[in-house]
């Protein structure tokens, strides 16, 4: 009986273990109004006369020498979408999303939208 106190208490240490991993992966957009200084590798895309910096799926608006998170902007459209993006289903409609932004694929682009 002893024993098998001692392998609980061990799987369920693991379990704890692999839980607290698992919730650092998770991939969420960050505040909008955050500002940070650089960016790695960003693509800039102009949207309605709004220059947009766009890295690792999250938007932002340069303000002098740094960057501020902002919502991405409805309608603009992407060749191609950021890396670990998934597919979901939003009333029957097929989207993809990433961080939570929502795309619909349009021919060979894929649009912004909200959902």
Same mark, same amino acid.
């Given at each position: 009986?002893?024993?098998l106190?001692?392998?609980?208490? *061990?799987?369920?240490?693991?379990?704890?273990?692999?839980a607290?991993?698992?919730?650092?992966?998770?991939?969420?957009y960050?505040?909008?109004?955050?500002?940070?200084?650089? *960016?790695?590798?960003?693509?800039i *895309?102009?949207?309605?006369?709004?220059?947009?910096?766009?890295?690792a799926?999250v938007?932002?608006?340069?303000?002098?020498r740094?960057?501020?998170?902002?919502?991405?902007?409805?309608?603009?459209v992407?060749?191609?979408?950021?890396?670990?993006?998934?597919?979901?289903?939003?009333?029957?409609?097929?989207?993809?999303?990433?961080?939570? *932004?929502h795309?619909?694929?349009?021919?060979?682009?894929y649009k912004?939208?909200?959902?």
């Amino acid at each position: 009986m002893k024993n098998l106190k001692v392998v609980l208490v *061990i799987i369920a240490f693991f379990g704890m273990l692999s839980a607290g991993n698992a919730q650092r992966n998770v991939k969420v957009y960050p505040k909008h109004g955050t500002v940070v200084t650089t *960016i790695h590798t960003p693509r800039i *895309i102009l949207h309605k006369g709004i220059n947009y910096h766009f890295a690792a799926g999250v938007w932002y608006k340069a303000r002098g020498r740094k960057y501020v998170v902002c919502a991405a902007p409805r309608g603009v459209v992407l060749r191609t979408l950021p890396r670990g993006h998934r597919v979901v289903y939003v009333k029957g409609r097929k989207y993809f999303a990433y961080k939570g *932004i929502h795309y619909r694929k349009i021919g060979k682009t894929y649009k912004v939208v909200y959902v």
